[in-house]
C-alpha cells in the first residue's frame, strides 16, 4: 500500500512553497440521490437467495443500503452530499418544515425524506429509524393509490441537484424499482419521462439503475429505461477514469437484491475517495504531447482527526488553533520574513533565501517524457519500493490524447512492452526515472472493475535503495522435507489461489471507526471488534494438522541421519552443559574470551578507510563496533554512524 497520502481537502496535492492554481482541478465531491420506488410489490417480504437470514421486502433492503452509504460517507467522504427520495408514496413532501416552499413547486407522490446536503448524525438515525422500525415506515412508506408519473420523478430531482448541487462535478441519481415499464399504456407520460432523462443529462447527472425482479417475472430494461440511462462517454465525470480511480459503480444487470448487497459488501470496506494528483503533459518529443491525469489508487488508510473540539463550555465547539513564533532571548514575536531555512554542511548552517530554495529544487516544469521503449521482462520484481500512480488521458489541454494515449497502451500491451520515462509529477519535486507499465482492464466474480485500463507509472530505485541479501550459511532443506512441506502448502492456499485484501479490513480501523458511529449516533458502545485477520485455527488444523505431523516426523528423521555420526560428548555439549549447571546454582556463566586485539585491529581499520576518504565501504557491523569502543552512540543510519567517525577524527586531529 502507498505511503504517502493526499491531503484532507479535495485539492490536488501540492509540494510546499508551491502556489495553488485554482484552474489546475476540478472538485471530486460527489452527490448522490437515492429515488427508491415504493409501492405494493417492492414493500412485498422476499427470502434472500442463499436462504440465510429473515426475510425482507426491496424497498427495505434499498432503504438499509442507503443508511450504510449515509455512514460511510461521513466517515471516508465528509464532504460530499446525499439526499433519500421516496417516490409512489400516498403523501407529498418537497421541502423541510423549517424552510419555505421551493417556489410553490409541488410533485405528487414524491416524498424527499431527506434533503440533499452533507450528512449529520441527525439524517443518519432518522434514516436507522425508518429501516428499522415498522411503526415509522408505516407512516411514511404508505403506496399510493394513483400512478406515481416518472416525469415528474426525474424532474423533482432534477429541482433537488439544480438547487443544492449546482457545481458538483459528481452528481448520480440512483433509482431502485421493480416496475420495468411504469407506462406501458402511456405514450405521453413515457415521452415526458425520456425528455426530463434527457435534461439530467445535459445537466451532467449520471443515472443508474437498480433492477429488481419480481418471482414470476424478470426486470425487462429495453421496456422503458434503456431510453432513460445513457452510457457514460469518456469525457463524462463517472466514466472509466474516474470509475478506476475509486468510486466502483455496480453492473446493473441481473439480481436488484444481490446489487444492493454487493453495494453494501463494497461500502464496508470503506473505498477510497477518488482523487487527482496531478495534471501532466505526456510529451513523446519535444513539439508531441498529451494530456494525462494522474490517480491515487492505492492509499494507505489511517485514522485521521481532523478537529479539535473545546468541551469546557455548554456545548462542544471546534477549537480554531493559532502559531506564534517567539524569540527565545526577548520573547518577540517573530515574523515570517525574519525566518530563513538553513541546511547543515561541514558542521555550519548555510542558509538560503526562498527564491534561491526555489531555483534549486527546480528542476522543469512538471512532466512524464518517454526515453524509450523495453520488454516488460526485463523489470525484475524487487524494483517495486515505492506505490504506482495510475494515469489516464484527458482532452482538456489537447485534443485527441485519448486517442494517441489509447493506441500507445494497445501497443505497449500487443508487444509486452514498458516505456521507460523521465517523471515530475509537480513543481518543486524532484525527479525520477520509472516505468510505464500498461494494465487491462479486469473485472471480479460481482462485476466490480478491480484493475483498470491504462497506464502505470512506477518510480524505479537507484542502487542505494536496494539492499544487498546478506551471506548466509544455511543448509539447503533435503528433498522429503520439501516434498512434505509442499504438501502442507498445497493445503493452506486460498480458495482459486488468490487473495483479495478488500475482504479482510484494518480492525483497528474498523474499531475507529465503530466508536466515532456509536458516540455520533448515541449507541452503545461495542464491546468486541471484528477481526476477520485472524487465523481460522479450526479449519487449518483439519485440511493440514495431519500432514504438519507427517512433516514432523520426516524432520525428525532427516535430522537424525544428519547428525548421528557426531560423538555424543562434544566441546559444544559441555559448554552447554556447564552453563545450564551454573544457572541452576546461581552462578553466572563463564564468558568466552575474546581477542585483545580485534578491537585495536578495528580501529586501525576504520582510521585507515578515514584518511583515505572510504568510509563509506564499511559495514555498519564494523562502524558500530567502533562507536561502541569509544562510547559513542549508534542509533541512526549508516550516514549518522559515518558522520560520528568523521567528527571524532576532526576532534582529534
Not at 449520471?206 to 440511462?229: M, N, Q, W
Not at 514575536?333 to 527546480?362: C, H, M, W
Request: net charge negative; charged share 25%; proline share 7%.
Amino acid at each position: 500500500m502507498a505511503e504517502n497520502y493526499p491531503p484532507a481537502d479535495d485539492e490536488t496535492y501540492q509540494e510546499e512553497d508551491e502556489e495553488v492554481d485554482e484552474t489546475s482541478y476540478k472538485s471530486v465531491k460527489d452527490a448522490v440521490l437515492f429515488a427508491i420506488d415504493i409501492s405494493d410489490s417492492m414493500l412485498v417480504a422476499r427470502p434472500s437467495e442463499s436462504g440465510k437470514g429473515e426475510p425482507q421486502s426491496p424497498a427495505k433492503a434499498a432503504i438499509k443500503c442507503a443508511y450504510h452509504l449515509m455512514q460511510q460517507r461521513i466517515i471516508s467522504n465528509p464532504k460530499d452530499m446525499m439526499g433519500v427520495l421516496f417516490f409512489g408514496t400516498e403523501a407529498s413532501k418537497f421541502y423541510d418544515e423549517d424552510e419555505n416552499s421551493r417556489g410553490g413547486l409541488s410533485y405528487p407522490h414524491c416524498y424527499l425524506f431527506t434533503d440533499l446536503d452533507v450528512p449529520d448524525a441527525n439524517d443518519v438515525k432518522s434514516l436507522r429509524a425508518l429501516a428499522e422500525d415498522d411503526d415509522a415506515a408505516d407512516q411514511v412508506l404508505v403506496p399510493s393509490k394513483e400512478r406515481v408519473s416518472m416525469s415528474n420523478v426525474l424532474f423533482c430531482a432534477n429541482q433537488i441537484f439544480t438547487s443544492k448541487a449546482s457545481n458538483f462535478l459528481s452528481r448520480r441519481l440512483f433509482i431502485v424499482t421493480d416496475r420495468d415499464n411504469p407506462h406501458a399504456d402511456d405514450r405521453t407520460m413515457r415521452s415526458a419521462a425520456t425528455v426530463r432523462a434527457k435534461d439530467l443529462y445535459d445537466l451532467g447527472v449520471v443515472i443508474e439503475l437498480f433492477p429488481i425482479s419480481k418471482p414470476d417475472h424478470e426486470f425487462d430494461r429495453s421496456k422503458f429505461y434503456d431510453d432513460i440511462i445513457y452510457k457514460t462517454a469518456p469525457g463524462d465525470p463517472d466514466a472509466s477514469a474516474f470509475t478506476a480511480a475509486g468510486t466502483q459503480v455496480p453492473n446493473a444487470g441481473g439480481d436488484g437484491i444481490s446489487l444492493l448487497d454487493s453495494l453494501l459488501s463494497s461500502i464496508n470496506s470503506r473505498l477510497v475517495p477518488r482523487r487527482a494528483l496531478f495534471k501532466v503533459p505526456l510529451e513523446f518529443s519535444p513539439d508531441f504531447k498529451i494530456s494525462v491525469t494522474g490517480y491515487l489508487i492505492f492509499k494507505r488508510q489511517e485514522p485521521s482527526r481532523s478537529c479539535y473540539v473545546w468541551l469546557g463550555g455548554e456545548k462542544p465547539e471546534l477549537a480554531k488553533g493559532t502559531t506564534t513564533q517567539i524569540a527565545d532571548d526577548t520573547a518577540r514575536t517573530i515574523e515570517k520574513s525574519e525566518i530563513r531555512k538553513a541546511y547543515k554542511f561541514g558542521g555550519e548552517q548555510v542558509s538560503f533565501t526562498p527564491e534561491e530554495q526555489a531555483k534549486l529544487r527546480n528542476f522543469g516544469d512538471p512532466v512524464i517524457r518517454i526515453i524509450g521503449f523495453k520488454p516488460i521482462s526485463s523489470l525484475p520484481i524487487w524494483a517495486s519500493t515505492k506505490h504506482p500512480t495510475f494515469i489516464y488521458p484527458s482532452d482538456e489541454d489537447y485534443v485527441g490524447s485519448t486517442r494517441v494515449f489509447s493506441a500507445l497502451h494497445q501497443k505497449l500491451v500487443h508487444d509486452q512492452k514498458i516505456g521507460i520515462v523521465w517523471f515530475i509529477p509537480r513543481r518543486n519535486a524532484t525527479p525520477v526515472l520509472a516505468a510505464m507499465l500498461p494494465s487491462e482492464e479486469k473485472l471480479d466474480d460481482n462485476g466490480f472493475q478491480f484493475i483498470p485500463s491504462g497506464m502505470w507509472i512506477l518510480p524505479l530505485p537507484f542502487a542505494d535503495d536496494i539492499r544487498q541479501n546478506p551471506e548466509t550459511t544455511l543448509m539447503v532443506a533435503p528433498e522429503p522435507l520439501i516434498d512434505h512441506m509442499r504438501t502442507v502448502i498445497q493445503q493452506l492456499q486460498l480458495p482459486k489461489a488468490q487473495y483479495d485484501p478488500r475482504k479482510y479490513p484494518n480492525p483497528s480501523l474498523q474499531w475507529h471507526y465503530r466508536i466515532l458511529q456509536a458516540l455520533a449516533l448515541d449507541e452503545e458502545l461495542p464491546e468486541q471488534c471484528e477481526d476477520k485477520t485472524i487465523p481460522r485455527y479450526r479449519q487449518i488444523d483439519k485440511r493440514a494438522g495431519d500432514y504438519v505431523l507427517q512433516w514432523g516426523d520426516v524432520l525428525e528423521e532427516e535430522y537424525q541421519k544428519m547428525f548421528s555420526g557426531q560423538p555424543k560428548t562434544s566441546t559444544l555439549a559441555k559448554r552447554g552443559k556447564a552453563s545450564i549447571e551454573s544457572a541452576q546454582e546461581g552462578k553466572p556463566a563463564k564468558k568466552v574470551k575474546t581477542e585483545s586485539g580485534n578491537a585495536q585491529n578495528a580501529s586501525d581499520e576504520v582510521s585507515s578507510h578515514y584518511h583515505s576518504g572510504t568510509l563509506s565501504k564499511l559495514t555498519i557491523p564494523a562502524l558500530k563496533e567502533f562507536l561502541n569502543s569509544k562510547q559513542l552512540s549508534v542509533a541512526g543510519k549508516k550516514a549518522d554512524l559515518i558522520e560520528r567517525v568523521e567528527e571524532f577524527y576532526d576532534k582529534k586531529g
